[in-house]
């Protein structure tokens, strides 16, 4: 439930990392509990998880594609409609471009749109070096600088088999997280 007791909308944006299918449990978790979920997958996150799991658990269908007929204009309306947008799991690849501004995606052109009137928030999935890289380090800080919300990512096991930082935040804290803001 949401602090303030009342329906509210989210814009869930998944990306490529390999914890992506977290985000059907935070889709689920998150419809259950008083949320519209309009998820977004990205190119990357469609090899890690079907649009259809995800559509299936919000009962929207899901966003990918900027010049989809008939949804031209959705990057400006979606922000309109949104309380809150997540990215969850942000890969190191998203997390660059949204630091280099670029609108060629979806993602991109709705954060640019955004330009931090809702809360954005982005909470990074990846192997410990591309976390310590001074590319991510600096994209993640400036980002933060900007006005987003970095979720902390858990110290543990990684899928490339060593055990460090970079784990995606478990689908049920973000939503602890969630239920404490007032939207
Ligand atoms: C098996 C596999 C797992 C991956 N996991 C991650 C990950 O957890 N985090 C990450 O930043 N990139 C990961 N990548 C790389 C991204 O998927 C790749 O950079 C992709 O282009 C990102 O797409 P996006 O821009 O749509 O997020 C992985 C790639 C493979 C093949």
Redo the contacts with the bound molecule.
Sequence with gaps: MNKSGKTKNLILIC?????AFKAATLTSLATKNNWNVQCIS????R??IGDATLEGLSGNSVLSDMFEPGRALHHISLIDWAHLILIY???????A?LRAGLAD?LTGALFLANNFRKPWWIS????SN?LEHPAIIKALKELEKWGCRILPSGKGHL?CGTIGY?R?LEPEEVFVLMGSEEF
């Design positions: 990306s490529g990392s390999i914890s990205s190119e990357g996150s090899h890690f799991p942000a890969s190191a690849n998203c997390i471009r995606n990074p999935a990846m192997n591309m899928a970079g995606l």
